[in-house]
């Protein structure tokens, strides 16, 4: 572990600079939590004028301090940070908690930054500004102003607003989901969401990592960070907003909301998605508590067959449906149950169920091989008591001694419920008043079994590349003062990573149109190249299915008279005459160089999917074929691919390469490719490959 970092959030002393003897002051709330919260270290308060605060000897400076000094807590207004922490670094100090608002989130950046490079010059390092600082159960520490250390329990939280956090905080006592470390990240100057989730992974108290993020600073080192991750990592990604993804240029650019990006990033490097509050802290539940889940049978046992529906219902819309029970799970499980009951999936043992049966056919259940996860519900009843059912269920997971896959329990009812469920949250059981949230959970320790598994799989490196004469088509573009690529140039980068276009020439003359055409073999399409003329169809300037020398002559007149009304002084360097791609299947793929995570590959069925139906997935570059391959089969339209109505299936093996090389040009020509699209590309039948019959490039800026 990072000693440093290890300093600043796990310190064995901390200075609090800006302490205070008025109780309405946040410098007093600090040292009030400190003592309150029963923290051992040595706290040493920081005031200029006030010899003793709480009880506790007082300095005027960090400096004055006769001791050494791991962390300080910073609460001065923010005119004298700078000063404060630059006594810090003098002083020897590890790291600086700054809870001071009114640097970087009011547009102060100029003076974040200096405190950064002062921080750096001592080897510090910073958390905040504008925070409500640190929380640690394990540590008995709450350096912060929050009212008081959460609920006790495995998960931490690190979350980018403040004022979130104090709720969750208070929250996590009602909610009952318990946590050992609550950080307050702010505006991110120098400690990071990956800086934590390095830290986080090798922090014994902490089983799953939750996250409240608005907004990372680096995806790409938050994704590698994640990827060496053993445990899992949940977040509630807030500001879902698509704005400035309509001024791209590209087709992809204007489908690639911000939000996307981030999902696709998330899914890639194994962090589950919170849709919502309720949802982080039910999946926080869960993963914090339970193992993940190795394999796809889920066992519901409950008592009444409503509840059963529901949690079946549930587990169809997760991806993980309930199947029978083998025959052996049955016939056992009959033995607990009246005659009237059911001992297939759900296992209903009916409402005359007791503690004796919910007890037997929970600890067979468990035991068995075929379950890979377990979820118990129960409605409360006339005949039953909640607590008794709960400590029944207890009993039968403890002797089962199984410890490797994971129950969850739902009851449903009133207080009785409640206070039986929260005592099996203390128990180390999620537990949730809804039978989908059962299941729901269940789901989550499923994906994050498979995110396990899934990172395993290797880097792809297609064979073949030709990246310096990619980035001579490129450079030759440049020079003469272009941002974007003509489809030709665009043809010709794509073809030197691999990918297959149709064949296409450039004439400059009628004749040779003519000339290219005949050696091309007809049918062939015709289209303008203008790097002036980007929708070339709506320009009028493409021309399908010329069949013979007289329409190519035709044609190429047309086009050109067709381009110049489009744009009388459009750049044109002439009429690509190409292979005529026989129809099949069309789908689009396409780039964008995302703020946060750099280049991202779209994928989508092409047409109608793509214009109304944004039909479309999105993931980090590079990508291997077996992501591509997940990519294509998670769309909504993913059965036309496979084959519908008697039509045979696509060839998705050479459509994933595709994608596969096509996430290692973007990424490879990072520097060089802004947005682009292969916009349509054919995919015939199994077997028979794929074609890319249109290409778009757009430069960045240098
Ligand atoms: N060294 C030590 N102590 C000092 C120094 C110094 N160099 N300079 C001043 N002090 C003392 C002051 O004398 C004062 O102590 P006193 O009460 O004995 O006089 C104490 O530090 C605090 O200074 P004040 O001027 O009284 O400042 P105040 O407490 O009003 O505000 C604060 C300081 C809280 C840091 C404020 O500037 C601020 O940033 N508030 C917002 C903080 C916040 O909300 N952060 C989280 C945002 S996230 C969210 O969503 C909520």
């Known amino acids: 572990m990072d000693p440093i970092l290890t300093g600043t959030l796990k310190p064995k002393s901390l200075a609090v600079i800006g302490a205070s003897s008025s109780p309405e002051k946040i410098g007093y709330k600090v040292v ?52 404060v922490v630059r006594e810090c670094g003098e002083k020897g100090v590890k790291g600086v908690i700054i809870i001071t608002s009114g640097f970087g989130e009011v547009g102060d950046h100029e003076t974040e930054d200096a405190i950064v490079a002062t921080a ?7 958390l905040g500004p504008n925070i409500i600082g640190v929380i640690s159960n394990s540590d008995k520490m709450n350096a912060s102003f929050a009212p008081f250390l959460p609920f006790a329990g495995k998960a931490s939280l690190v979350s980018q607003s403040g004022a979130l956090l104090i709720a969750l905080d208070a929250a996590s006592y009602s909610r009952g989901v318990g946590f050992d470390k609550m950080v307050s990240i702010g505006n991110m100057s120098d400690i990071d969401f990956a800086d934590l989730i390095a830290y986080l992974s090798e922090d014994d108290n902490t089983s799953c990592i939750t996250f409240y993020i608005e907004g990372l600073k680096n995806g790409r080192r938050f994704m590698e960070e994640a990827l060496k991750c053993d445990k899992p990592i949940v977040a509630l990604k807030s500001g879902v907003s698509a704005h400035g993804a309509a001024a791209a240029a ?33 999946r926080t539940q869960a993963l914090s508590l339970q193992p993940s889940m190795k394999g796809d049978n889920i066992l519901v046992i409950t008592n009444g067959g409503g ?51 919910y007890y037997k056919a929970t600890k067979f259940a468990f035991a068995h091989p075929w379950v890979d996860g377990l979820t118990v519900l129960y409605c409360e009843t006339a005949v039953t008591e909640p607590q008794e059912i709960a400590e029944h269920l207890v ?177 044109i360097d002439g009429v690509a005459v190409q292979e005529m791609a026989p129809w099949a299947t069309e789908v689009i793929v396409g780039s964008v160089n995302d703020k946060t995570f750099g280049p991202a590959i779209m994928f989508g069925l092409g047409g109608i999917f793509v214009e109304v139906l944004k039909d479309v997935t999105f993931r980090v570059a590079p990508i291997n074929v077996e992501e591509a391959m997940v990519m ?43 947005e682009s699209d292969a916009n349509p590309v054919i995919v015939y039948e199994d077997g028979k490959g794929v074609k890319v019959v249109d290409a778009r490039i757009i430069l960045t800026k240098k």
Not at 61 to 74: H, N
Not at 316 to 326: I, N, Q, R, S
Request: with cysteine; hydrophobic share 40%.
């Open 32 to 83: 009030e939590g400190l003592i309150v919260s029963g923290y051992e270290g040595a706290i040493y308060p920081i005031n200029p004028k006030d010899p003793e605060i709480l009880g506790r000897k007082a300095y005027a400076s960090v400096k004055d301090v006769p001791y050494v000094v791991d962390a300080a807590v910073i609460t001065v207004p923010a005119k004298f940070v700078h000063n």
């Open 120 to 126: 750096k010059e001592f080897g510090m390092r910073i």
């Open 250 to 282: 590209s087709h992809t650019g204007s489908l690639a909301g911000s939000s996307k990006i981030y999902e696709a990033a998330f899914k890639q490097c194994g962090v589950s998605s919170a849709t919502d509050l309720n949802d982080l802290f039910d």
């Open 307 to 357: 509840v059963g529906v529901l949690a079946t219902d549930a587990a169809e819309k997760v991806g993980l449906p309930l199947h029978f029970a083998p025959q052996d799970v049955q016939e056992e499980l009959k033995k607990h149950m009246p005659e009237f009951g059911s001992a297939k999936n759900p296992v209903d043992l009916t409402g005359q169920a007791g503690n004796e049966w």
């Open 395 to 571: 009993r039968a997971i403890k002797e089962s001694g199984v410890t490797d896959k994971p129950v969850t329990i739902s009851f449903v009812g009133g207080e009785r419920c409640d206070k039986a469920m929260s005592w099996l949250v203390s128990q180390g059981i999620p537990a949730y008043n809804s039978p989908d949230l059962s299941v729901k959970a269940l789901a989550a320790l499923r994906e994050h079994q498979r995110m396990l598994k899934a990172r395993a799989s290797s880097a792809y490196v297609p064979e073949g590349i030709d990246t310096a004469k990619a980035r001579q088509i490129i450079s030759d573009a440049r020079a003469i003062g272009r941002t974007a690529l003509t489809e030709i140039e665009a043809k010709r980068v794509f073809k030197a990573y691999g990918l297959p276009v149709t064949g296409t020439e450039l004439a400059r003359s009628e004749e040779e149109a003519v000339k290219f055409a005949n050696e091309i073999g007809y049918p062939v399409v015709m289209k303008i190249v203008s790097p002036d003329i980007l929708h070339k169809s709506d320009a009028g300037a493409v021309k399908v299915n010329i069949k013979d020398e007289n329409m190519v002559r035709e044609a190429y007149k047309v086009i050109l008279e067709n381009s110049l009304k489009y744009k009388s002084d459009a750049h």
């Open 632 to 674: 294509q089969d998670e769309i909504k339209s993913a059965p036309i691919l496979r084959g519908v109505r008697g039509e045979s299936p696509r060839d998705k093996a050479a459509l994933a390469k595709v994608l596969a090389n096509y996430a290692y040009m973007i990424h490879d020509l990072e520097d060089e490719i802004a």
